[in-house]
């Protein structure tokens, strides 16, 4: 279980929530056409397909995390542009969506996806918007990464090339899930071709064009000494 705080957006109020429950989705484009030719590209480089898509992956509790720093133990990892949706209580203004890192091992997966995505910290930013308030325009949000101290861009997208916060809150309700300390992070979108993901920093804006809003959230990656044995 992890405590987290978010500034909501618009309100300026702070609200606590003790996550209890994590999710990573996998393979979240709307297009699975494209999702399917994703998986080929992968597939070429070892890492196993999904039995099905969308995936979900439940993975432990604790990895979610606010903060500006993650250990890695190799030089193979990174980060991935995401949102993510927090469950704060039962009612239809009790929902979150903030910005969200999933920083992945890459050596590992190709062993397997779940592993993978329990072996690096989810990074949720500090601020969030009630996804109620959002109404209609949230598919419009611009979702972004850099890369680097020179902030290579390395993402540039919007909500609306994923399955939807609403998505993924009726799969949750299905499986009697959506619920007080429930987290998902939503997959993410397309990498530009020739920039390095393999870097020490990691930054992704969620930013609401129509007000000027946004969520950020950055960190260093930090390599872990060399162990011995």
Same mark, same amino acid.
């Given at each position: 279980?992890?405590?987290?705080?978010?500034?909501?957006?618009?309100?300026?109020?702070?609200? =606590?929530?003790?996550?209890?429950?994590?999710?990573?989705?996998?393979?979240?484009?709307?297009?699975?056409?494209?999702?399917?030719?994703?998986?080929?590209?992968?597939?070429?480089?070892?890492?196993?397909?999904?039995?099905?898509?969308? =995936?979900?992956?439940?993975?432990?509790?604790?990895?979610?995390?606010?903060?500006?720093?993650?250990?890695?133990?190799?030089?193979?990892?990174?980060?991935?542009?995401?949102?993510?949706?927090?469950?704060?209580?039962?009612?239809?203004?009790?929902?979150?969506?903030?910005?969200?890192?999933?920083?992945?091992?890459?050596?590992?997966?190709?062993?397997?996806?779940?592993? =993978?995505?329990?072996?690096?910290?989810?990074?949720?930013?500090?601020?969030?918007?009630?996804?109620?308030?959002?109404?209609?325009?949230?598919?419009?949000?611009?979702?972004?990464?850099?890369?680097?101290?020179?902030?290579?861009?390395?993402?540039?997208?919007?909500?609306?090339?994923?399955?939807?916060?609403?998505?993924?809150?009726?799969?949750?309700?299905?499986?009697?899930?959506?619920?007080?300390?429930?987290?998902?992070?939503?997959?993410?979108?397309?990498?530009?071709?020739?920039?390095?993901?393999?870097?020490?920093?990691?930054?992704?804006?969620?930013?609401?064009?129509?007000?000027?809003?946004?969520?950020?959230?950055?960190?260093?990656?930090?390599?872990?000494?060399?162990?011995?044995?």
């Amino acid at each position: 279980m992890t405590a987290l705080e978010f500034e909501i957006i618009g309100e300026g109020t702070l609200v =606590s929530v003790d996550v209890t429950h994590m999710y990573n989705a996998g393979y979240a484009g709307r297009d699975q056409a494209a999702v399917k030719h994703h998986i080929d590209e992968l597939a070429e480089l070892g890492v196993p397909a999904p039995t099905t898509t969308p =995936s979900l992956y439940p993975v432990s509790s604790y990895l979610a995390r606010q903060g500006d720093r993650v250990e890695a133990q190799h030089e193979r990892t990174s980060g991935e542009a995401e949102w993510g949706i927090v469950v704060i209580g039962p009612g239809e203004d009790d929902v979150l969506l903030t910005v969200a890192c999933d920083h992945t091992d890459r050596a590992l997966e190709v062993h397997g996806v779940a592993w =993978s995505k329990n072996a690096g910290p989810d990074m949720l930013g500090r601020r969030a918007w009630r996804l109620s308030s959002l109404a209609d325009r949230a598919d419009d949000l611009r979702l972004r990464a850099w890369v680097g101290a020179e902030r290579a861009l390395i993402q540039d997208g919007r909500v609306g090339e994923l399955l939807s916060p609403q998505y993924w809150l009726d799969v949750l309700a299905e499986r009697g899930e959506r619920q007080e300390g429930v987290a998902l992070i939503s997959g993410t979108i397309p990498m530009v071709a020739g920039v390095d993901q393999f870097s020490d920093r990691w930054e992704v804006e969620l930013l609401d064009e129509s007000t000027g809003e946004s969520s950020v959230v950055r960190y260093d990656v930090e390599r872990m000494p060399t162990p011995i044995g």
